[in-house]
Protein backbone atom coordinates (compact mmCIF):
# COMPACT_ATOMS: atom_id res chain seq x y z
CA UNK A 1 0.00 0.00 0.00
CA UNK A 2 1.66 3.41 -0.71
CA UNK A 3 1.55 6.23 1.34
CA UNK A 4 -1.28 8.33 -0.87
CA UNK A 5 -3.88 5.31 0.03
CA UNK A 6 -3.22 5.03 3.66
CA UNK A 7 -6.04 6.98 5.91
CA UNK A 8 -2.97 9.29 7.57
CA UNK A 9 -0.21 10.38 6.29
CA UNK A 10 3.06 9.29 7.82
CA UNK A 11 6.33 11.32 8.15
CA UNK A 12 9.28 10.04 9.21
CA UNK A 13 11.94 11.65 10.96
CA UNK A 14 15.47 10.11 11.97
CA UNK A 15 17.39 11.19 14.33
CA UNK A 16 19.22 8.35 14.89
CA UNK A 17 20.09 5.49 12.27
CA UNK A 18 17.19 3.16 13.22
CA UNK A 19 17.22 3.88 16.89
CA UNK A 20 14.40 6.61 16.38
CA UNK A 21 11.63 7.77 14.59
CA UNK A 22 8.45 9.81 15.21
CA UNK A 23 4.94 9.23 13.40
CA UNK A 24 3.29 12.20 13.03
CA UNK A 25 -0.77 11.30 11.65
CA UNK A 26 -3.06 14.30 10.60
CA UNK A 27 -6.23 12.27 10.35
CA UNK A 28 -8.65 12.62 13.60
CA UNK A 29 -9.93 9.20 12.41
CA UNK A 30 -6.38 7.57 14.25
CA UNK A 31 -6.16 8.88 17.95
CA UNK A 32 -4.00 6.59 18.54
CA UNK A 33 -0.75 8.26 16.50
CA UNK A 34 -2.62 11.88 17.33
CA UNK A 35 -2.58 11.87 20.77
CA UNK A 36 -0.16 14.04 22.77
CA UNK A 37 1.53 10.86 24.86
CA UNK A 38 5.25 13.00 26.11
CA UNK A 39 5.47 16.12 27.57
CA UNK A 40 7.63 18.45 26.02
CA UNK A 41 10.42 18.43 29.17
CA UNK A 42 10.60 14.65 27.59
CA UNK A 43 11.36 15.35 24.06
CA UNK A 44 13.97 17.89 25.29
CA UNK A 45 15.94 15.61 26.63
CA UNK A 46 19.07 13.76 25.08
CA UNK A 47 18.28 10.81 22.72
CA UNK A 48 20.42 8.86 24.82
CA UNK A 49 18.71 9.38 27.67
CA UNK A 50 15.02 9.13 26.14
CA UNK A 51 15.87 5.73 24.99
CA UNK A 52 17.18 4.36 28.09
CA UNK A 53 13.66 5.82 29.71
CA UNK A 54 12.27 4.29 26.50
CA UNK A 55 13.81 0.84 27.25
CA UNK A 56 12.84 0.66 30.70
CA UNK A 57 9.57 1.08 30.23
CA UNK A 58 9.65 -1.36 27.64
CA UNK A 59 11.29 -4.18 29.80
CA UNK A 60 8.68 -3.73 32.19
CA UNK A 61 5.98 -3.23 30.16
CA UNK A 62 6.67 -6.83 28.08
CA UNK A 63 7.59 -8.44 30.90
CA UNK A 64 4.44 -7.99 33.36
CA UNK A 65 1.06 -6.81 32.89
CA UNK A 66 -0.16 -3.34 32.86
CA UNK A 67 -1.53 -2.89 36.11
CA UNK A 68 1.49 -5.51 37.48
CA UNK A 69 3.75 -2.70 36.04
CA UNK A 70 5.48 -0.38 38.36
CA UNK A 71 6.41 2.71 37.85
CA UNK A 72 8.73 3.00 41.25
CA UNK A 73 10.98 0.26 39.11
CA UNK A 74 11.14 2.00 36.22
CA UNK A 75 11.89 5.20 38.12
CA UNK A 76 14.72 3.33 40.07
CA UNK A 77 15.64 1.22 36.89
CA UNK A 78 16.50 4.59 35.21
CA UNK A 79 17.86 6.63 38.18
CA UNK A 80 15.75 9.57 38.65
CA UNK A 81 13.68 11.34 41.47
CA UNK A 82 9.72 10.09 41.01
CA UNK A 83 8.80 13.82 40.58
CA UNK A 84 11.03 13.85 37.50
CA UNK A 85 8.93 11.48 35.71
CA UNK A 86 5.81 13.67 35.81
CA UNK A 87 7.58 16.22 34.16
CA UNK A 88 8.33 13.77 31.25
CA UNK A 89 4.73 11.80 31.18
CA UNK A 90 1.55 12.49 33.13
CA UNK A 91 1.15 8.88 33.49
CA UNK A 92 1.48 5.48 33.54
CA UNK A 93 -1.04 5.07 30.75
CA UNK A 94 1.08 7.72 28.56
CA UNK A 95 4.06 6.22 29.46
CA UNK A 96 2.80 2.77 28.18
CA UNK A 97 1.54 4.40 24.95
CA UNK A 98 4.75 5.96 24.62
CA UNK A 99 6.99 3.34 24.37
CA UNK A 100 3.94 1.08 22.74
CA UNK A 101 4.26 3.74 19.35
CA UNK A 102 7.88 3.70 20.14
CA UNK A 103 8.09 0.33 19.11
CA UNK A 104 5.63 0.27 16.14
CA UNK A 105 7.34 2.92 14.83
CA UNK A 106 10.55 0.97 14.86
CA UNK A 107 8.48 -1.80 13.02
CA UNK A 108 7.40 0.33 10.32
CA UNK A 109 11.10 1.99 10.17
CA UNK A 110 12.29 -1.47 9.77
CA UNK A 111 9.65 -3.55 7.49
CA UNK A 112 8.69 0.27 5.60
CA UNK A 113 10.92 -0.90 2.34
CA UNK A 114 8.65 -3.85 1.63
CA UNK A 115 5.33 -1.53 1.83
CA UNK A 116 6.16 0.26 -1.09
CA UNK A 117 7.89 -2.61 -2.81
CA UNK A 118 5.22 -3.51 -6.37
CA UNK A 119 4.03 -7.02 -5.64
CA UNK A 120 4.91 -9.18 -8.63
CA UNK A 121 4.47 -12.37 -6.68
CA UNK A 122 2.30 -12.93 -4.03
CA UNK A 123 3.33 -15.72 -1.93
CA UNK A 124 7.05 -14.18 -2.59
CA UNK A 125 5.79 -10.77 -1.28
CA UNK A 126 4.09 -12.84 1.68
CA UNK A 127 7.37 -14.88 2.60
CA UNK A 128 9.36 -11.65 2.41
CA UNK A 129 6.86 -10.43 5.02
CA UNK A 130 7.32 -13.01 7.27
CA UNK A 131 11.04 -13.03 7.03
CA UNK A 132 10.88 -9.06 7.58
CA UNK A 133 8.79 -9.41 11.06
CA UNK A 134 11.09 -12.57 12.09
CA UNK A 135 13.84 -10.44 11.59
CA UNK A 136 12.42 -7.68 13.63
CA UNK A 137 11.60 -10.22 15.92
CA UNK A 138 15.67 -10.97 16.40
CA UNK A 139 16.50 -7.73 16.23
CA UNK A 140 13.99 -6.05 18.78
CA UNK A 141 13.10 -8.67 20.71
CA UNK A 142 11.15 -6.63 23.22
CA UNK A 143 9.32 -4.37 21.93
CA UNK A 144 8.17 -7.38 19.87
CA UNK A 145 7.31 -9.07 23.79
CA UNK A 146 5.73 -5.67 24.00
CA UNK A 147 3.46 -5.99 21.02
CA UNK A 148 2.63 -9.40 21.96
CA UNK A 149 1.68 -8.87 25.30
CA UNK A 150 -0.34 -5.74 24.64
CA UNK A 151 -2.69 -7.90 22.74
CA UNK A 152 -3.44 -10.39 25.75
CA UNK A 153 -3.51 -6.96 28.18
CA UNK A 154 -7.08 -7.39 30.08
CA UNK A 155 -6.72 -3.93 32.00
CA UNK A 156 -9.47 -1.31 31.55
CA UNK A 157 -7.71 1.49 31.36
CA UNK A 158 -5.40 -0.11 28.34
CA UNK A 159 -8.58 -1.60 26.20
CA UNK A 160 -8.88 2.01 24.30
CA UNK A 161 -4.83 1.69 23.01
CA UNK A 162 -5.70 -2.25 21.91
CA UNK A 163 -8.94 -1.18 20.19
CA UNK A 164 -7.45 1.72 18.28
CA UNK A 165 -4.44 -1.08 17.33
CA UNK A 166 -6.84 -3.24 15.84
Not at 115 to 137: G, R, S, T
Request: aromatic content about 14%; some cysteine.
Amino acid sequence: MSQENLPFQIYFCNLRPISRVHIVATNQSHPFFTAMIALTTFTNLPEDRQEAIVYAAAEEFALKDYESASLSEIIKRIGIAKGSFYRYFDSKLSLYRYVLNYGLQLRLQHEGRILNAPINDFFAALVQNFQEKLAFDLKYPLFSALSYKVLQEQHEEVRPTQQELK
